[in-house]
């Protein structure tokens, strides 16, 4: 069972990865898109944390409510 937890895990991170050099392109030449990079990686946690209170907000109303 953990194994195979373990692995899909482990697809998805060499997924994610591709999937973010695109999403965040890098250039080390300039500071302007480092700094720009730090502000999308914090309003992408910003929004999974939205994410994860909303479901944790629903499944504690919908336990109130039955």
């Known amino acids: 069972m953990w194994k195979n937890v373990s692995v899909a895990v482990l697809g998805l ?11 965040f392109p890098v250039d080390a030449s300039t500071t302007t898109t480092i700094t720009s990079v730090k502000g999308d990686i914090v309003a992408w946690g910003v929004v999974f944390i939205g994410v994860a209170l909303t479901i944790f907000a629903y499944k504690r109303v919908k336990s109130l409510v039955h």
Do not use: G, H, K, S
């Open 13 to 23: 991170a060499l997924m994610a990865q591709e999937a973010m050099a695109q999403v």
